[in-house]
């Protein structure tokens, strides 16, 4: 899944974008998936759970990948 996330503040805590984005069915899910190192930004594994992600910043893992753009 290749996915464009469209930001409309300064930042998204990882674990929220995650869920919405339906990599996961929940905030909870999401931070498992997070903390058994199997999500990563801009190419580094990150174990933070709301690790703040901004525009520009590309979050991946196992079957997904996640562009985040400014909103306009």
Known sequence: ???TFELR??????CDLLK???????GGA?????????????GDVEL???CKIRAGQ???GDGF????IASP
């Open 9 to 14: 503040g300064d930042y998204i805590p990882l």
């Open 30 to 42: 999401a931070k498992h998936l997070i903390a058994e190192g199997n999500v990563l930004v801009d």
């Open 65 to 68: 990948e996640i562009r985040v």
């Open 20 to 26: 919405f984005c339906f990599v996961t069915e929940s």
């Open 58 to 60: 590309v979050v991946s």
């Open 1 to 3: 899944m290749r996915e």
């Open 48 to 50: 933070r759970k709301a």
